[in-house]
């Protein structure tokens, strides 16, 4: 069974996402289930709220690409202007998105103000969510490289993709420490482009920026090596 569709749009056999979306459901809800025990066993239902609302941010540009992908997998006509402009559309609305997925890491942050009674457990529930979120980005770049290798080349492709890396590591600074979201480009653009145009006077946004733009690089190109390299006994697909 195929993960990830070929350059061709081919749909996988069955029709099915492949192991890959369904580890991702799995590891879904064993998240769910802890904030939610977490939230019967204590009363407060304030990591439920925030882990679960992150989390279905992250998932928001999967969904996306996975979308487009199966528009131009269904469509037999060979991808005209119109399509273009769609795939064009679908590409932005991923990116502008695609920094809510390794933010839950920065939720971490919020282990501090945990009682010493739940501190393991929450440690431990916030990073099956970071993980969580941080292999559902790396699960919608992966399609989005095999969606656009054909149409720009192989390193144009790969250049595209280390400039999204470095705009999602600039997109988690505007979130953890200008409390920004990603529909404010939408709902408050001119506020937005002004806090933007002030990141420039701040170095941490430069530094942040390039840290994570760098982890998360080497975190896409360590899975894409291994995507690409493993192989199924059975199968001899990627997995």
């Not at 992908?69 to 037999?76: C, G, P, T, W």
């Not at 979120?133 to 595209?160: A, C, F, K, N």
């Not at 506020?191 to 145009?197: D, F, H, P, Q, V």
């Not at 994570?212 to 390299?229: D, Q």
Request: proline share 5%; no cysteine.
């Amino acid at each position: 069974m195929e993960l990830f569709i070929k350059p061709a749009y081919t749909v996988p056999r069955g029709g099915q996402s492949g192991r890959g979306l369904h580890a991702l459901i799995l590891l879904t809800v064993a998240g769910l289930t802890l904030v939610t025990t977490r939230g019967l066993l204590t009363g407060n239902w304030w990591f439920f709220i925030m882990l679960t609302w992150n989390l279905t941010l992250a998932w928001f540009p999967l969904g996306v690409v996975l979308v487009l992908r199966d528009l131009r997998a269904a469509s037999n006509a060979p991808a005209g202007l119109q399509n273009r402009w769609l795939l064009g559309a679908g590409l932005l609305l991923w990116l502008v998105f695609l920094p809510n997925a390794p933010y839950i890491i920065t939720d971490l942050y919020h282990i501090r103000h945990v009682d010493s009674p739940l501190l393991w457990f929450d440690t431990m529930t916030i990073f099956l969510f970071a993980l969580t979120g941080l292999l559902t980005g790396l699960y919608s770049i992966l399609i989005v490289h095999r969606m656009i290798r054909p149409l720009v080349g192989r390193w144009r492709t790969w250049g595209l993709l280390v400039i999204s890396q470095f705009l999602s590591g600039f997109g988690i600074y505007l979130g953890r420490m200008g409390r920004w979201n990603s529909w404010d480009i939408i709902t408050s653009p001119s506020a937005l482009a002004s806090a933007i145009a002030r990141t420039y006077h701040d170095h941490l946004s430069i530094k942040l920026t390039l840290a994570y733009g760098f982890v998360l690089l080497v975190l896409y190109v360590a899975f894409y090596w291994y995507v690409e390299n493993e192989r199924t006994p059975d199968t001899k697909s990627p997995l």
